[in-house]
């Protein structure tokens, strides 16, 4: 009895033994998880019955089926829905919307989306879940309109555009042009908004398209009529002299990390006019890339005169190609206005705003940065003093500093530059009255008129 007794004992402890080890599997293997489907429905709670529904149902055992089906308070409608013989780790699902969608007068519906796992949990009946969605209908497009906007705009120049923009659920607007996004500023009144447009000068032609978006996804676009007009730059072919190399070229070569350990002067002048340059624009786009998104009333601007009798050295959009003893070594863009009058003369912007940036920017020199509003910015390079610091607010009779010849200057200059939302545009617009009146203060004054009367 004694032998049997230990003999059932041991069967006890071995059934025991399996009984836990089945219990083990049961609770750890992926046959058996009780985790029911995940399941995701892209939305942000609009939908505008055109665009597909995106779902996606995943689960550890697999999708053993799912359905879809559109609730209003009139309808219930199947969208879509599956059965799998071998489960599916994972399903995604792009639900277009029902055929009578176009008919649909309701506001809102409710998406419920269900969905079975393979796991054997629950008797081998699995997991089951079931999600509801309830999403505003939005079928119609934001409505645009051009109240007001330049005649023309040049290569190189700039424009104002003035638009209304109507939509209940108004998400996201831009002036796209060519591979640029134009941010707009609210103005005047609820609904109205303003932006400056440019032509950037290395690109042929121009292009400016309002986009409005709504949170349903509907779109709206509105081309905006502009003249344009063609301009010719220079192309400019400089030979580099041993003077030049071996005076300003291997004093900067000194400044710059970009040139230590480099012996050649032809190459410290490459690097200096191509990767320096490359990030000392880059931190000028960075700053004057940025613009409010308070609602402006006015935007008045004086002619830009910042330095008084002065000389033209070098113009605006210059291609300028350089060589050395008839090799081609590098080339550049000159993206602003070349001014000389006596040394270290007093720059006068002509108009007020705000300092974004007064500091050392390697061929630059010294540069102080003013925006005026709108994402309109002006810079002053080559200065021998700052007289503002970054942050400060700029009063219009102000000196913002003293032209010299710091950076990659030869004589003492200012190099005046004019950027709208980041690009360069032609100084020479901005310093002229009549262009100015033609172009900006009119433009606003009749889209003033045109909001008053609505
Ligand atoms: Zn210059």
Redesign the pocket.
């Known amino acids: 009895m004694r032998r049997n007794n230990g003999k059932s004992s041991f069967g006890a402890l071995l059934l025991t033994g399996l009984v836990v080890a089945g219990a083990i599997f049961v609770y750890t293997s992926a046959m058996f998880e009780r985790d029911v489907p995940v399941i995701e429905v892209k939305t942000n709670g609009y939908w505008n019955l055109k665009n597909p529904l995106e779902i996606s149902i995943e689960d550890l055992s697999g999708v053993k089926s799912y359905s879809v089906s559109l609730k209003s308070p009139s309808d219930n409608i199947s969208l879509s829905n599956e059965q799998f013989i071998v489960p599916k780790e994972s399903v995604k699902l792009s639900i277009k919307p029902p055929r009578s969608a176009y008919a649909m007068k309701e506001k809102s519906v409710t998406i419920r989306v269900e969905s079975l796992d393979a796991s054997h949990w629950n008797f081998l009946k699995g997991n089951a879940v079931a999600k509801e969605y309830k999403l505003i209908i939005d079928k119609r497009r934001p409505k645009l309109n051009i109240v007001s906007n330049s005649y023309k705009i040049s290569k190189g120049g700039s424009a104002l555009v003035i638009f209304k923009a109507e939509d209940e659920n108004l998400d996201l607007m831009y002036i796209e042009s060519n591979k640029k996004k134009f941010k707009v500023q609210p103005f005047y009144k609820e609904g109205y908004y303003i932006s400056l447009l440019a032509w950037p000068v290395t690109q042929n032609s121009f292009k400016a398209t309002i986009i409005a978006k709504d949170a349903a996804g509907n779109i709206a676009k509105s081309y905006i009529p502009l003249y344009l007009k063609q301009k010719n730059y220079r192309v400019s072919n400089i030979k580099l002299s041993d003077k030049f190399l071996k005076g300003k070229i291997a004093d900067l070569a000194e400044e710059f990390v970009e040139t230590q350990g480099i012996e050649s002067s032809l190459e410290q002048f490459k690097i200096i006019n191509e990767d320096v340059r490359a990030k000392n624009e880059i931190l000028i786009h960075e700053i004057t890339s940025k613009i409010s998104d308070e609602m402006v009333s006015d935007f008045k601007m004086n002619k830009m005169y910042p330095l008084k009798n002065a000389q033209v050295v070098?113009s605006f959009g210059d291609h300028r190609k350089y060589s050395y003893a008839g090799e081609y070594i590098s080339e550049s863009y000159?993206l602003?206005?070349?001014l000389a009058s006596n040394a270290m003369a007093k720059i006068k912007p002509q108009n007020g705003g705000e300092v974004v940036y007064a500091d050392y920017n390697g061929i630059y020199g010294n540069m102080p940065v003013i925006h005026h509003g709108l994402g309109l910015y002006t810079l002053y390079?080559?200065c021998s003093s700052l007289k503002v610091n970054a942050g400060e607010e700029f009063n219009a009779k102000n000196v913002v500093a003293n032209t010299g010849k710091s950076g990659y200057?030869m004589g003492d200059?200012l190099?005046f530059g004019v950027l709208v939302q980041g690009i360069e545009v032609r100084p020479q617009e901005w310093m002229d009255k009549d262009w100015v009146k033609l172009n900006i203060t009119n433009v606003i004054k009749s889209a003033k008129k045109i909001i008053d009367r609505n």
């Open positions: 070098a000159h602003g206005l070349d390079g080559h200057a200059h190099h």
